[in-house]
């Protein structure tokens, strides 16, 4: 059975800051993904990231993915109070198959 | 991008009540739809993958006979919640691939059962 698990499951930190989020998976993937949640809200995708190495930047986030660690991160870089939100990620094993999401990170920015 | 809709954006019903979610694909065609619940403060969880044209398979735990998943077409997959009760409150979410199986999510459908 396919484990995701995020850590940490909460942060709160000073804008301006920079932190990690990681993500650690139990079995080879074909994809992996990182979603935002805003409360009361669905999922926006951010990234997906397909091969070992890969490495994506939006803004103040980048994501990148060892496969061989099966270990994902999202880099938060001077971090800023609109990123508040709760970011998953998730795994497909096989494409086009069903996800399986981390527990979450509910991300706190504090002016 | 390609866009998936539900519908209602939320509902509010009586216990014993059922209750119908429609999940559209509208700009493409999905021969999978995935059905997802989160509770408040907690992650998604998959309930089952919806096939156009044959059954739903149904994740462990998740009882077919309440939750009623029809894929009657490549566009649209409908979650019925049967006698629901206060413990179904929730909120759910469909997903849908595209051809090459990227994974579109729905708004969500909020649920709440008096």
């Known amino acids: 059975e396919l484990k995701v698990e995020q850590n940490p499951l909460f942060l709160s930190m000073q804008e301006g800051k920079n932190y990690t989020i990681y993500c650690n998976y139990s079995?080879?993937?074909?994809?992996l993904y990182w979603y935002r949640q805003d409360p009361g809200k669905s999922l926006e995708s951010l990234f997906v990231l397909l091969s070992n190495g890969a490495v994506k930047q939006e803004g103040r986030l980048m994501a990148s993915l060892d496969t061989k660690a099966r270990l994902s991160t999202l880099h938060i870089t001077a971090a800023v109070h609109d990123l508040s939100a709760t970011y998953f990620c998730a795994v497909e094993v096989n494409a086009g198959n069903m996800l399986t999401f981390g527990g979450g990170t509910r991300l706190m920015v504090k002016p | 991008g390609a866009v998936v809709s539900q519908h209602p954006s939320w509902v509010i019903c009586k216990s014993g009540t059922s209750v119908k979610i429609e999940c559209r694909s509208l700009?493409?065609?999905?021969?999978?739809m995935f059905w997802y619940r989160q509770f408040p403060k907690q992650s998604l969880m998959l309930m089952a993958t919806?096939?156009?044209?044959?059954?739903?398979?149904?994740e462990q735990g998740v009882e077919k006979d309440k939750f009623l998943i029809n894929h009657a077409s490549l566009t649209l997959s409908t979650l019925t919640v049967t006698s629901a009760h206060p413990e179904d409150s929730s909120f759910y979410i469909c997903?849908?691939?595209?051809?090459?199986?990227?994974?579109?999510f729905g708004p969500g459908t909020r649920l709440l059962v008096l």
């Open positions: 700009d493409f065609q999905a021969t999978t």
């Open positions: 997903s849908a691939n595209d051809r090459v199986g990227t994974q579109y």
């Open positions: 919806s096939n156009e044209g044959s059954k739903a398979t149904y």
């Open positions: 079995t080879t993937s074909d994809r």
